[in-house]
């Protein structure tokens, strides 16, 4: 069983940073893409930033040139460092593994003076 779990959200002010982290069990994490998605309060899901199996990042460009996704295949985990944060960005991240239905629980991220 696939389980993956989401840390790393809280609360910053606008032009601050974040880094959120991800940890797969259960699955051939190298062999898999992870992408990040995040939902904000009366909105629909919205893609974030994907890695490819190969280290190739894919990202919206609402975040390009402020995000940057990552991976530790050792350490099963996958990263989203979050810079020149803004209110937009504020919503419920979700970690995902591309391509299947397995996805986290998500984690808060709020951006407020």
């Known amino acids: 069983q696939v389980q993956i779990v989401e840390s790393g959200g809280g609360l910053v002010q606008p032009g601050g940073s974040l880094k959120l982290s991800c940890v797969v069990s259960g699955s051939a994490f190298s062999s898999r893409g992870m992408d990040w998605f995040r939902q904000a309060p009366g909105k629909q899901r919205e893609f974030v930033a994907l890695?490819?199996?190969?280290?190739?990042?894919y990202y919206a460009d609402s975040v390009k040139g402020r995000f940057t996704i990552s991976r530790d295949n050792a350490k099963e985990s996958v990263f989203l460092q979050m810079n020149s944060l803004k209110s937009e960005d504020t919503a419920v991240y979700y970690c995902?593994?591309?391509?299947?239905?397995?996805w986290g629980q998500g984690t808060q991220v709020t951006v407020s003076s």
């Open positions: 995902h593994q591309f391509s299947t239905t397995y």
């Open positions: 890695i490819t199996s190969g280290d190739k990042p």
